[in-house]
């Protein structure tokens, strides 16, 4: 039988487990020392941006590890230092701050290898297109665009350009850069050239469409 079970790691955790490390780690830091007290709950749901029942859930599990004591009057109070480590290691499986910078730093990594990839690949794509245009049905183009184009500064969502061309825009090279699968959002600028994929029927309807001829 097949395990269709999520990964634990692709989980999201409760930020009311990443507030409670939070604070053990504070505590553990200094922050805090034996006997002193916490912020009340809605002091620390502002600093944190929650609701009090997340403080109070964060609050009960560093309750439960003795880290914290809640007594009715005194409020929370530190209680012990050396089992914030104890829970800090009970629940390791929290993602850090760090972790998440290592993610976003080899997303990156890996976005600049799949950019350079595209543009190698659409720059092998427009050299055989030239070379056999004849047995290409669909060859991409360069269109440029100038300030007296009624598309300026409008989006390609906004001029329907593909309803009005048929044609699918790859990418737009604009200040000596490539920009690679413009979304719809992309605006049309002065001095862009956009490269587009078409047949030679929608060659025609966008020359109409960009410049009117």
Not at 112 to 135: A, M, T, V
Not at 158 to 179: C, H, M, S, V, Y
């Amino acid at each position: 039988m097949q395990n269709n079970s999520i990964p634990n790691e692709s989980i999201p955790k409760p930020i009311y487990k990443k507030i409670a490390i939070d604070l053990a780690n504070r505590i553990l830091s200094g922050d805090y020392s034996i006997g002193d007290k916490l912020y009340g709950r809605s002091s620390l749901a502002s600093e944190y941006n929650v609701s009090p029942e997340t403080i109070r859930r964060s609050v009960t599990l560093l309750s439960d590890m003795d880290i914290v004591k809640v007594t009715k009057g005194s409020g929370i109070v530190i209680h012990s230092v050396d089992n914030c480590i104890k829970f800090i290691d009970n629940y390791k499986d929290i993602d850090s701050i760090s972790s998440i910078k290592k993610n976003i730093v080899d997303l990156l990594e890996k976005k600049k290898e799949l950019d350079k990839y595209i543009d190698q690949s659409i720059d092998e794509l427009i050299d055989y297109s030239s070379r056999f245009k004849n047995s290409n049905p669909f060859i991409p183009y360069e269109f440029g665009i100038h300030t007296d184009m009624s598309v300026i500064d409008k989006t390609i969502f906004d001029t329907k350009f593909w309803q009005n061309t048929g044609a699918t825009i790859i990418g737009i090279r604009r200040d000596d850069k490539l920009i690679l699968s413009p979304g719809p959002q992309t605006t049309f600028k002065d001095k862009d050239i956009f490269v587009v994929i078409c047949d030679e029927s929608s060659y025609c309807r966008i020359k109409t469409f960009l410049y009117g001829n």
